[in-house]
């Protein structure tokens, strides 16, 4: 089992930037891949970006495709989201989500969830 934690949420103007932060507790960080997700008030939840176990592939939604980059380091338990040029649609509750799956990572099956970090882009 991991338990995340989510960081780096706030208020920004829109065409602005924040990086999402999510640290992982165990030594078993490397055996999952990693997602964010995101819901904003009244919608479903969506899924955001992916990375596999290795950090060689990643994936992204089609409405944050070439904004948004997600990353992580295993030797810090800790996976990143760097949000680039934000719109006030972007504005949303920003999930960190583990699965020991390795692919498949599309979309919003995942084991184990963090608390959650609001972002808020003010137009």
């Known amino acids: 089992q991991v338990q995340l934690v989510e960081s780096g949420g706030g208020l920004v103007q829109a065409g602005g930037s924040l990086r999402l932060s999510c640290g992982a507790s165990?030594?078993?960080?490397?055996?999952?891949?990693m997602g964010w997700l995101r819901q904003a008030p009244g919608k479903e939840r969506e899924f955001v970006a992916a990375v596999n176990r290795s950090g060689g592939s990643t994936y992204y939604g089609d409405s944050v495709k070439g904004r948004f980059t997600i990353s992580r380091d295993n030797a810090k338990n800790t996976v990143y989201l760097q949000m680039n040029s934000l719109k006030p649609e972007d504005t949303a509750v920003y999930y960190c989500a583990a699965t020991p799956r390795n692919g498949g990572l599309v979309g919003i099956a995942y084991e184990y969830w963090g608390q959650g970090t609001q972002v808020t882009v003010s137009s």
């Open positions: 165990g030594r078993t960080f490397g055996r999952y891949a």
